[in-house]
């Protein structure tokens, strides 16, 4: 396969973003970096590179800064094989409620969980359109879906719904390029970005509302975000594929 996946958020050393990336690189993607942490980056694409022997690259950037968005991601493209794929993952979690919430919390979890899908996907689907196949993956999550009832609170929620709504209008505008563009909206999975370790309280709290007797794991993610990037998922597109153990439906 020469064709390359960009992963963003991917450092985190309990994070979806890396499952994502080391999935991908399994099956055989070459993998670009997109992270606000320049030495985790490296370090993940120095990993991947020696577990699965496929290209690599790492770029440093703040997704909220479309300047430096578009920036890493020329550097990206000059070094790996065509961008093919995209997984938005980068985000940030606020757990600040609603009565107490500053005008600046509330452009932070904007810009960078919703701005930020945006800049990133602007600039890699002008290269995709170009070659006339792409895939594009989004992380919403269950609080866009049931207006919060999760760690993070409302302008999170607001985000994350805003990234639905965008999956479906790109669907639609990318569709005639080839391009397919779905989302995945997980429940409670088990990442810093749910606030920090889970206690054995909080995680039998969590799975008491769920279909299923256990709290998610980044490679639940990972796989459904690597699957709707597949060939077999050709026909899929503007879809949000909950990953959830059953809590929305719930």
């Known amino acids: 396969m020469n064709r390359s996946a960009v992963v963003t958020g991917a450092a985190s050393p309990r994070g979806i973003g890396r499952a994502t990336a080391l999935l991908l690189a399994e099956r055989g993607w ?9 030495d985790g980056g490296r370090a993940l694409a120095a990993e991947i590179a020696e577990k699965h022997n496929v290209r690599t690259y ?6 909220s800064n479309e300047e430096d968005v578009r ?6 493209e ?3 094989p065509p961008l093919a794929a995209l997984a938005n993952i980068a985000g940030v979690s606020s757990p600040v409620p609603y009565l107490e919430l500053t005008p600046d919390e509330w452009h ?18 002008e290269s995709m359109v170009r070659h006339g196949y792409g895939r594009i993956v989004s992380v919403s999550s269950t609080s866009a879906q049931r207006g919060g009832g999760t760690y993070s609170k409302t302008p999170y929620s607001v985000a994350k719904a805003g990234v639905i709504g965008l999956t479906r209008a790109l669907a639609r505008e990318l569709g005639p390029y080839g ?13 810093d970005i749910m606030g920090g370790p889970l206690t054995p309280e909080r995680r039998a709290a ?3 509302d769920l279909l299923v007797n256990r709290v998610g794991e980044p490679y639940d993610v990972a796989s459904a975000i690597a699957f709707l990037m597949s060939e077999e998922s050709g026909y899929i597109s503007g879809h949000t594929l909950n990953v ?7």
């Open 71 to 76: 920036t890493a991601i020329d550097e990206l």
């Open 179 to 191: 391009i397919t563009v779905n989302a995945v909206a997980p429940g409670p999975i088990d990442t």
């Open 244 to 250: 959830d153990g059953g809590l929305y439906m719930h």
């Open 206 to 208: 969590l799975v008491d």
């Open 30 to 38: 070459s993998i670009g970096i997109i992270d606000i942490d320049a």
């Open 108 to 125: 932070r979890v904007i810009d960078i969980n919703l701005n930020g899908v945006h800049y990133v996907t602007r600039r890699v689907a």
């Open 78 to 80: 000059a070094a790996l």
């Open 58 to 63: 790492a770029v440093a950037a703040d997704v």
